[in-house]
């Protein structure tokens, strides 16, 4: 049970990582040349969808062992 807490807490490190190097990227790409890369676009493009499949999909999870008999 310890090692699927340890789990958790590596998804949502990662997820919150992913989005924060989304960020700062994009702030970085602004500040530096006025602009944003089609590239680091798709970049946090991805970052989101992981980062809201990760949240998302366990809160489903949840809901699902909560109807259970």
């Known amino acids: 049970m310890e090692n699927q807490k340890g789990f958790k807490i590596s998804q949502y ?18 500040i530096e040349i006025d602009d944003v890369a089609g590239g680091l676009l798709y970049y946090v493009a991805q970052s989101f969808l992981l980062a809201g499949s ?16």
């Open 54 to 69: 990760i949240f998302g999909l366990d809160q489903y999870i949840k809901i699902l062992k909560k109807k259970e008999p």
């Open 13 to 30: 490190a990662c997820a919150v990582l992913l989005i924060v190097s989304s960020i700062a990227l994009v702030t970085y790409q602004v």
